[in-house]
């Protein structure tokens, strides 16, 4: 498999401007001053709570939301400045994988058309439907013949889920983003999405863009981890490492709330953090934690952190690390 970085993101900023007549102009900051790398066949999991900018983040990255600054570099190319219309190439690279299989698959197409409508728009030439029962193939809806004729609402949300799957990689992409791909299935079925995944990973050298507010979920299918927080990172480093051994308060709090399934724990009390995430309109001053940090210090509330290197290939933003 190649080697080296296929993403890199650098100081990227996503500000949406709110209008305000006759007043001083105020800014969402959705993301702020986010930089990373991702290697090829490597998955990188973004974690954090809603409204954390985890999506943003990913659509930003496949150029679907602009950037207000910063820069992408795919594969040696930098996309940021480049217009929709010249950007054909890197659509049949990038791929997205969304949250909800309902919504996000036309209730009017069969699972054929489907799986057809990227060729079609793509102009893949030869066997159309080869293509398409080799994708069903490898997302295991056999057999084939039982599918391709379905409807959306005549499926499961797991099958729905595959068939998702199926139509953001029968253009063979290298980079996939999949936007919480198993927060709204059964808990059942989403080991096997993720496993499902991991095995294409390995069959096609995808790199995934892993985006979930589960991090009990991200052992299964990630090699390295971003805390996101407010819109920035606040820790990074390989799944083993952060998991095992969190720095940040914030990432203490995330492990700390996930259920243990040992029932002679299943009266101990499981510590929450306490208050909201601050409102992007309104960031507070120095650290973005601070107001919810039982560790906090006079530093904290006055200069932001800024990510940094405490130990080989492990970044965290925060004061108690110098």
Known sequence: MPT????????????FPIRRFFREALFVRAVDDVSF????????????ESGSGKTTLGKTCLKLIEPTSGSIIYDGKDITRVSNKDLGWYRREAQIIYQDPFSSLNPFFTVYKTLE????????????????YKALEDVKLTPVEEFIGKYPHMLSGGQRQRVAIARALILKPRFVVADEPVSMLDVSVRIEILYLLKELQDRYGISFLYITHDIATVKYFSDRIGIMYAGRFVE????????????????????????????R???????VIPGEPPSPINIPPGCRFHPRCPYAMPICREKEPILHEVEKNRYVACWLYG
């Open 37 to 48: 790398d991702l290697r090829r066949g490597e998955t990188l999991a973004i974690v954090g």
């Open 117 to 132: 409508e990227p060729l079609i728009v793509n102009k893949m030439e030869g066997d159309r439907s080869e293509l398409i």
């Open 265 to 271: 724990n299943r009266f101990a009390e499981r510590k």
């Open 236 to 263: 990074s480093g390989s799944i083993r490492t952060v998991v095992s051994d969190p720095l940040h308060p914030y990432t203490k709090a995330l492990i700390d709330a996930i259920p243990d399934p040992d029932p």
């Open 4 to 15: 080296g970085n296929l993403l890199e993101v650098r100081n990227l900023r996503v500000w």
